[in-house]
Each structure stands twice: as C-alpha cells, then as structure tokens.
C-alpha cells in the first residue's frame, strides 16, 4: 500500500460518492487512504503530492478543511483574526 502527503500549497480531493465529504488538505497533509486512484495518479502527476514511507505518513497531520459542510476554518493554520462577518460576500 503507497503512502502520500501534500507537497504543494494545497490540494482538493472531490466527494468519491454520495454522502462522502469532500476535502481541501494543506501542505504536509495526509492523502486519505479511500482517495479514488485517479485523483491520486493526477496529484502525483502534476507533482502536489509525493509518496512517503509509513513513518512519514503517520507522523503527517489529518487535518482538513471539509467543503461539504458549514464554513470552518482550521486553527492551526491562524489564516486570519477577523471575526465570520468578514467572510460574508456582499458582491452577489
């Protein structure tokens, strides 16, 4: 079984299936196991991810931004001190 992390910026993963959340996985990141072999092959491809050893792979943080569900942002990343109501689109 190969093993990857997130080397780029960050990366999207798409729901597989229904009711399946989707993911934005920043650098370091594990790819998750259940991840389809296509979007694998197109992250390796474009060189966003890399594959590593087990060692790697378990000591790489879960974390993820889940779009699938209400907005939350992830605290280890501090992207901002705004409060939610800076988030809000006033342009639609």
Known sequence: MSHYIVTSAAVFIPAASRG???AMLYR?????EHTPAEVVRHF????LI???GVAAYQAAPQEAHT?????TY????NATS??????TRTDH
Request: net charge negative.
């Open 28 to 32: 370091g990141a594990r790819i998750p």
């Open 44 to 47: 390796l491809d474009n060189k």
């Open 50 to 52: 890399e594959e590593v």
């Open 82 to 87: 705004l409060p939610d109501s800076e988030y």
């Open 67 to 71: 779009t699938s569900g209400p907005d």
């Open 20 to 22: 399946q959340a989707a």
């Open 74 to 77: 992830p605290a280890a990343y």
